[in-house]
């Protein structure tokens, strides 16, 4: 991966290295597209400072976000909005100024935004460059023809009882507060970052079922429609594989796995762990610096 020229190529105001407000003709993207979701920006268990690393050092000519964006759930109990936030919105607008289509797809945390989505326009509302959907069809550079859609609709819990949605995620928020606490004792203790959280998802078997469920249903979805493929969200469990020959790809989080869904010029799919890629540790006190305007 190439990271010299992507600021240069972004050409976003105020960045060091930026280059006027649009793209550099001379310089290709570095991946056709990039699929991400859910990361829950309003919570204090976003990674806003790896999202933003990712955003700035990464181009690509389509940027698909997928889902829970904003965690407006969380919003409407309590606000919390730092540095890194507002960095991740600049730089999602700073790649629609210089020429990246960006698709925005609601989940059900930022469910808000469906509102805005009228069925009668098949293209979408555009707000600053930024095109609002339900959901897309996107065409790899091999032919593949991918559902992209947030996932949720495909969940029980969260379609039909979204009270026991509503006591998950406040489990899953106190399981968060939890591993930060646990991984300040282990690195006064010398041992690296061990995410208790992931770790409980795993051993529940029936979480473990529902994952299977989901990814089943999300893949039947995508046959129906004679499509070869479905990228979704919202599971926060980051796959690639095929599942009754149909591709289903879930491309993660921004809590606590970091990862993106990448497609490469040739139309070659990749999940990347930008965490684990950067050696960014979670355990570490968050300083990655925000770029200052000159």
Sequence with gaps: MTHSSTTAAIGIPGIPGASGLGPRP??????????????????????????????????????????????????????????HHDEVLRLI???????????????????????????????????????????????????????VMHGDAFDSVVRYAKFLALLGDWAYTAALVVNRWFNAVRRR????????????????????????RFEIALAAEARRRNLDGVVCGHIHHAEMREVAGVLYINDGDWVESCTALVEHHDGRLELIDWAARQRLSFAAPRRIGVPQPA
Aim: hydrophobic letters at 40%; proline letters at 4%; one cysteine or more.
């Design 189 to 212: 203790l010398g041992y690296p970052y061990w995410s208790l959280s992931a770790w409980l998802k795993r051993q529940v078997k029936e979480a473990v079922k529902a994952i299977d």
């Design 93 to 147: 607008l700073g790649h629609a100024r210089a020429g990246t289509e960006v698709t925005y797809i609601p989940g059900n945390h930022d469910e808000l935004f469906r509102a805005w989505v009228d069925p009668a326009m098949p293209d979408g509302l555009e707000i600053a460059g930024v095109r609002l959907v339900s959901e897309a069809v996107h065409v790899t550079a091999a032919g593949k023809r991918l559902l």
């Design 26 to 83: 001379d310089l290709r993207p570095q991946y056709r597209s990039v699929f991400i979701s859910d990361t829950h920006l309003g919570t204090r268990g976003c990674r806003s400072d790896f999202l933003a690393d990712f955003l700035r050092r990464t181009t690509c000519a389509q940027l698909y976000l997928v889902g829970d964006i904003i965690d407006g759930w969380r919003l409407r109990r309590s606000w919390y909005w730092d540095e």
